[in-house]
């Protein structure tokens, strides 16, 4: 007959005599920065630093309105533009230049990179001579654009199409032609036609691309709109910067100049709510 052993029942220590148990407190990396000053604090003090900075010394006599216009100086300029309407008729007509040159540029920049970077024979046919061009100097050109088209309207739309087709174009056949190739063999393995390989990996994989040559060409069609308005226009942000010139009235060429800026900021923060919005499937580096 056997006997079953019997359990010895270990009884835990008193709570005096319990050793106490370590714990970790995980803290992110932004928790160990105590007092750290957030971006936006920075990104709107500088240039308001830069703006006293600039009062400061008007005020002082070191910078004359001659030189150049105080600040406030610029805004009591503006705003007597803003009143007799003269600054909303230069925006709207230099706005409305700029979208259609820059959809002319759109256009065709698409059209081209896109035969080019699919297609070795549009290669062959279209790169040559892209290349050959964009050395050109876009201003050189105006000229012949008011030989050929007269001086009206057409001549400025064309030359900010004109700067903004090159730049599109090589970011948007740079980002075709740099697509992995083993995602092309990965998707022609699923069983997507050619079509289907266009549209679902390589026009997305060079979307990203193509949406900087897009901030860039909106910059460059702002430059080349400055030149475009020289050509018998009447009226415009270039037009009030020009016939302010000829009475060196520095405080209207502020204005215009920032104008310009405002303008140029307003678009690339459209572009990148765009690439925020097309491009939300890819994880990107955003700072440190």
């Known amino acids: 007959m056997t006997t079953t052993p019997e359990r010895t029942r270990v009884q835990p220590p008193p709570a005096a005599e319990r050793t106490p148990v370590d714990t970790v407190t995980l803290v992110s990396e932004a928790d160990r920065r105590p007092g750290r000053v957030p971006r936006w604090v920075l990104k709107t003090v500088s240039p308001i630093v830069l703006v006293v900075l600039w009062q400061v010394l008007s005020s002082v006599g070191i910078l004359e309105d001659d030189t150049l216009a105080s ?96 730049p599109l174009y090589m970011n948007l056949y740079g980002g075709i032609r740099n697509v992995d190739s083993s995602l092309i063999e990965a998707a022609r393995t699923l069983g997507l036609g050619w079509f289907g390989q266009v549209r679902h990996v390589i026009l997305p994989s060079a979307m990203p691309q193509f949406l900087i040559g897009l901030r860039y060409a909106l910059g460059t ?68």
């Open 71 to 166: 600040p406030l100086t610029v805004v009591q300029t503006a705003a007597g533009m803003w009143e007799d309407g003269s600054l909303q008729s230069a925006v709207i007509t230099s706005v409305v230049r700029v979208l259609a040159g820059l959809g002319v540029g759109l256009v065709a920049a698409v059209v081209l990179a896109t035969l080019a970077g699919l297609f070795r024979r549009g290669e062959d046919i279209i790169d040559a001579p892209m290349q050959m061009l964009r050395t050109v100097p876009v201003i050189g050109l105006i000229p012949l654009l008011i030989i050929w088209f007269g001086i009206n309207e057409e001549p400025k739309i064309i030359l900010v199409g004109l700067a903004v087709t090159f």
């Open 221 to 288: 069609a702002w430059l080349a709109l400055v030149f475009g308005e020289t050509i018998n226009a009447t009226s415009g942000i270039g037009y009030e910067m020009n016939k302010a010139r000829e009475f060196f009235a520095t405080d209207v060429i502020i204005v215009c100049l920032v104008l310009y800026a405002i303008l140029g900021l307003v678009a690339d923060m459209i572009v990148r709510g765009l690439e925020r919005g097309l491009l939300s499937w890819r994880p990107a580096f955003s700072g440190k």
